[in-house]
């Protein structure tokens, strides 16, 4: 009897009439790091956050998670960043 509801509600039926799980999953979307410690600054309207991943300054949305620009260090680190007022223009500073 609980076999044939599952079947008729599109549902595969395991071992003793149980409900299978799913074993498989398709990924849909994923989310890469982004910040890993030190300088960030986030623009006047907040849409918009620049932070250091290693070697790199990237650009995030807030809204998305998305990034939005990557840009590399020139040979060393970035210790100092800001964004200026209108978003328009990042500034970054290193020990070089």
Do not use: N
Request: charged fraction near 30%; hydrophobic fraction near 40%; aromatic fraction near 4%.
């Amino acid at each position: 009897e609980r076999r044939r509801r599952a079947r008729m509600a599109g549902r595969p039926v395991g071992v003793g009439g149980r409900l299978a799980l799913k074993k498989r999953y398709d990924k849909v979307a994923a989310i890469e790091p982004f910040f890993t410690g030190g300088s960030l600054g986030l623009s006047r309207d907040g849409r918009l956050l620049a932070c250091t991943c290693g070697g790199e300054v990237k650009v995030v949305r807030t809204d998305t998670g998305a990034v939005a620009a990557t840009m590399e260090a020139d040979s060393e680190l970035v210790t100092a960043l800001a964004l200026a007022p209108g978003g328009q223009e990042l500034v970054t500073a290193g020990r070089d």
